[in-house]
């Protein structure tokens, strides 16, 4: 039993470790991109970028805003400007409130400032008209209804949108990995102590020497018990993936549902018909 939560405790110490390092790595990685950049070093800092960029869904927010100002900077200062257009547009696409620091020079600026404004209004009118013919044929007369204005949609995330179930499967992953290990280790002791009760000696009535009843017992029990722990954390391990992947589906149904339109037909004292759209 003690193996066992040792080799238990290194698996969670490694996977541990693995995040963690990641993490750093990623902070360092960006370090270096300003660095290049401050060095001017513009076409290492590219390649840099390309790199980091393999890995986006794992960056956040604001180390994904990070790359992208110095990939839009270079682009900026090296006169390639429908690139430094494009990367510009990216970046409000992920934050349509993002703002340069104030040290930032006017000639950087004034690209994110124009190509801002070009977006604003470029955006859809905060009012849209709906047109409903009146019931009664012998009137001509069109009814206008202004409905309530009309959000932008906001390009999210992937791993922010579905942070919920992407906990669950990697949970779910913490536990399968740990319980696979633990499950090869108990397979592995019993093949071993097989293989070393068969090569024992033994006296002339078959007995194995050296190795008693009760130890044989004993260690046929650790072998048992590490078997039934791997298979629980196993079992447990992909019951969470499966749970995952299915909230995934869930939410993102949820999600589609709560974006549909209710519409309602009214009928006025005129007799025309009203139509009332909204989002809910």
């Known amino acids: 039993m003690k193996g066992l939560s040792g080799i238990t405790l290194l698996v969670f110490t490694i996977l541990l470790l693995n995040s963690i390092s990641f993490a750093e790595d990623y902070s360092t990685r960006i370090k270096k991109v300003a660095d290049l950049y401050d060095n001017m070093e513009y076409e290492k800092c590219l390649k840099e970028i390309a790199q980091l960029e393999q890995y986006k869904f794992n960056l956040r927010k604001e180390e994904l805003l990070e790359l992208y100002k110095y990939k839009a900077f270079i682009y900026i200062l090296s006169d390639r400007n429908a690139l430094a257009e494009n990367v510009i547009k990216e970046i409000y696409e992920i934050d349509p409130d993002y703002m340069l620091p104030p040290s930032v020079s006017p000639k950087l600026r004034e690209p994110f400032a124009r190509i801002k404004k070009t977006i604003r209004k470029e955006e859809p009118p905060k009012t849209k008209v709906i047109e409903a013919k009146p019931v009664k044929p012998d009137i001509d007369e069109r009814v206008t209804i202004i409905s309530g204005p009309e959000k932008p949609v906001r390009k999210e995330n992937f791993f922010e ?87 995934y589906f869930v939410l993102d149904k949820v999600k589609k549902d709560s974006k549909k339109e209710k519409v309602s037909l009214t009928i006025n004292e005129n007799g025309f018909v009203v139509v009332g759209s909204y989002g809910f």
């Open 161 to 247: 949108k579905n942070l919920i179930p992407l906990s669950i499967v990697a949970g779910g992953i913490a536990l399968f990995v740990p319980g696979l290990i633990v499950r090869l280790n108990a397979a592995s002791d019993a093949e071993n102590y097989r293989n070393k009760l068969v090569n024992a000696p033994k006296d002339e009535l078959g007995n194995i020497i050296g190795i008693t009843k009760a130890e044989a017992q004993q260690k046929q029990d650790d072998i048992d018990t590490n078997v039934m722990i791997g298979n629980t954390l196993i079992t447990v391990g992909s019951l969470a993936v499966v749970g995952g992947i299915a909230t």
